[in-house]
Each structure stands twice: as C-alpha cells, then as structure tokens.
C-alpha cells in the first residue's frame, strides 16, 4: 500500500503563487509515475500535470502550461507543484496520484493506483 499526503494549499490573490507538495509513505518502490488532478464544484477531475521518475518526463494540461512546473525526487518519495500567476479559474481541490505503471494513459485518473485526500486552493481577491 502507498499513502499520498498533500499539502500546501490555500488562498491567494490572482497572479499570485503557490507551492503544494505531496509526501509518499509505505511501498513506494514501485512507483513508475505521479501526477496531479484537480477537481473544481461541479466538474469532473481534471489532468493537471504529471511526472514518469526514469527520465523525469513531464506533461502539463494546456490550461496550465507555462505557469504550473512539476518537480520531484523519488528518492525522497516527494513531488511538488510550483503554480504561478494563478487564475481564479485554478481554483479547486488539487489531488496527488502515483501510478505504478507507466504504459497507461497518465492524462486520466484511471491511470493512478493510489491518491491522496486533497487540499483546497482558491484564488480570489
């Protein structure tokens, strides 16, 4: 079993930034992938962006390219996501995911075997 801890979140003005990170504990060796969604009231989880461990490749959502950088050190069971120039419309609950396998589609939540519980980012004035 893994357990995902995110953390980070909270409000800040529109063009401002944040940090979130997400902490993984327990069988976390089999980690091939992690990655970030976001679901807004109403709407359904979305791709945000996500990060293969063997050779670091990342992709981002259109939405967000360009603002959002993924990082991370699987060495130290660790993922962040560094979100600038924030837009009221990223506001959400932002949920970390890792996926053991890599050859499924990592854009999707289907693609993730474990997640953590979220945490709240609301950007307004």
């Known amino acids: 079993q893994v357990q995902l801890v995110e953390s980070g979140g909270g409000l800040v003005q529109p063009g401002g930034s944040l940090r979130l990170s997400c902490a993984a504990s327990?069988?976390?060796?089999?980690?091939?992938?992690m990655g970030w969604f976001r679901q807004a009231p109403g709407k359904e989880r979305e791709f945000v962006a996500r990060?293969?461990?063997?050779?670091?490749?990342?992709d981002y959502a259109d939405s967000v390219k360009g603002r959002f950088t993924i990082s991370g050190d699987n060495a130290k069971n660790t993922m962040y996501l560094q979100m600038n120039s924030l837009k009221p419309e990223d506001t959400a609950v932002y949920y970390c995911?890792?996926?053991?396998?890599?050859?499924?589609?990592?854009?999707?939540?289907?693609?993730?075997?474990?997640w953590g519980q979220g945490t709240q980012v609301t950007v307004s004035s």
């Open positions: 990060i293969i461990w063997s050779g670091g490749n990342t």
């Open positions: 327990g069988r976390t060796s089999s980690s091939g992938a």
């Open positions: 995911a890792l996926a053991i396998f890599t050859f499924a589609d990592l854009n999707r939540p289907g693609g993730y075997d474990y």
